[in-house]
């Protein structure tokens, strides 16, 4: 939803390629070089579909949003923000957060708990791919297997090792690398045993003498 408004002497303005829903901006598509019509992209399949697969997908996930991707290729893009522009938006941001900040201490919370550093984005990373592929769930829930979502999140903290590489401390290093080797060994412990046929005479659930 494109939107221009003015707050203290800056205009906000709208630069986003996608929509709220997934959808590539008609700004940015009117503007793109004339293709040939994309097809359209496929859903993501949800957990609880991914759950009842008893082997792993024989091809490649389609990447997602393949028109947005040919948007992102084309030569007219959107304009980069100004200096001036980003300044203003990153001291609106500031305020907005030492606000919120003010009103998380009054509720007795500290508002560092709500803080985001690296370790913790690699924390969320890796629990997200141990609650894709079934070896963690929340609590009262049941696990879920979602095997390509798992793929896509290993493939995000491998890539984030290759992009910060030489620019992490040695505990963030440590703290990435760690985290990638368990959740690629635990990738392929899972999809081992979904693509293992089951075997006559294995107990389910029951236990023995």
Known sequence: MAEKRQESGFTVTDRRLFTEDGELRNEVRESAEPAKAATPPAS?????QTATRESVPAASPV???PAASEAIAGQDMPATPTAAEQQAQADAYRASSKELDSRVELSGRSAKEFEMTFDRFLASLYM???LQLGLMHEQGGQPRVDIIGARQTIDTLALLAEKTRGNLTPTEETFLQNSL???RMAYVEVTNALSRPPQPGTATGTGGR
């Open 44 to 48: 993501a399949p949800t957990s609880s």
């Open 63 to 65: 990447a997602p949003f």
């Open 128 to 130: 997200t791919a141990m």
């Open 181 to 183: 080797y368990e959740v």
